[in-house]
């Protein structure tokens, strides 16, 4: 077993899927976006910084890293995986989603996965005033790109057309050789994560099915459109809430992330408490 993973579940449909899990407290699991696993130098960095308070689980989403993959790929068979890592896990959850991750998250809230309360950063959604909200083929072409070879330009589509990354930066990715490989790995399952967010639509059904406390955070310096989509999702989801982290991207420093995280978390506690009293 590779030594970044601690252990295997195993989903609905028998796709295993790999687990990290370390640190102590109230347990939180991470739902990584379109290139995160194990391994990679964000999800280290940021699980280094969470578990001295947390016991943070990650796990390889289908198809990426150490997991493995099966059959025909629909949301359900996410939200199966993420229900899987949960049902892994005593006690109480918190889930935190990052990016594409977020949405994964959502689908899984509105699913009835049982999670208490969950972060959700820059799920990458577009405002129907935006160009790519109805471009329902862009899964469908990177599909294409994939299927004939060309699994960069797929790369570069993704991180163009639903990161907003600019094409300057997507240059300078390419001339670091190892990095941009670990990307290009990934290619075959990135039009997943198109169709993971509603086509880049906010999924104003799947978001009202939400019932349990949901901070969305932004970072102050990412581009407009991905504050709007944050805010978005909070006006679909019941009771959610929205708050920006300053001096922060689309990739915030763990510790921007985690202090954000520490106030939500004791609020949703503080709350859950207040309604067990009432209840009693």
């Known amino acids: 077993m590779d030594q970044h993973v601690d252990r295997t579940v195993v989903s609905a449909d028998g796709t295993v899927l790999a687990v990290s899990d370390g640190g102590t407290g109230p347990a939180l699991v991470v739902v990584g976006g379109a290139f995160d696993h194990h391994g990679t130098p964000y999800v280290e960095r940021l699980t280094a910084e969470l578990r001295d308070r947390y016991r943070v689980i990650t796990y390889d989403r289908r198809g990426r890293g150490a997991s493995g993959d099966a059959g025909q790929w629909t949301i359900d068979r996410e939200v199966e995986d993420l229900a899987a890592v949960v049902a892994d896990v005593d006690g109480p959850v918190t889930a935190l989603g990052m990016c594409v991750g977020a949405g994964v998250v959502l689908h899984g809230l509105a699913g009835g996965v049982p999670i208490d309360a969950a972060v959700l950063h820059e799920p990458p959604y577009r405002a129907t005033v935006d160009p790519h909200a109805d471009d329902v083929a862009f899964a469908d072409a990177l599909d294409e790109h994939v299927a004939a070879g060309r699994r960069a330009q797929a790369v570069r589509a993704f991180l163009a057309q639903v990161l907003g990354v600019p094409m300057g930066q997507i240059t300078a990715l390419r001339l670091k050789g190892a990095l941009w490989r670990s990307l290009v790995t990934d290619a075959h399952v990135l039009s997943r994560d198109v169709r993971v967010l509603n086509q880049l639509a906010v999924p104003d059904r799947v978001?009202?099915?939400?019932?349990?406390?949901?901070?969305?955070?932004?970072?102050?310096?990412?581009?407009?459109?991905?504050?709007?989509?944050?805010?978005?999702?909070?006006?679909?989801?019941?009771?959610?809430?929205?708050?920006?982290?300053?001096?922060?991207?689309?990739?915030?420093?763990?510790?921007?992330?985690?202090?954000?995280?520490?106030?939500?978390?004791?609020?949703?506690?503080?709350?859950?408490?207040?309604?067990?009293?009432?209840?009693?």
Request: charged fraction near 20%; charge should be neutral.
């Open 207 to 280: 978001a009202a099915a939400v019932g349990v406390p949901v901070l969305v955070t932004a970072g102050t310096e990412s581009v407009e459109w991905m504050r709007r989509a944050g805010r978005a999702v909070v006006e679909a989801v019941p009771g959610s809430e929205y708050a920006e982290l300053p001096g922060q991207g689309h990739v915030p420093e763990p510790e921007a992330i985690g202090i954000l995280l520490d106030r939500f978390t004791a609020r949703a506690a503080a709350r859950a408490v207040a309604r067990g009293s009432a209840r009693g």
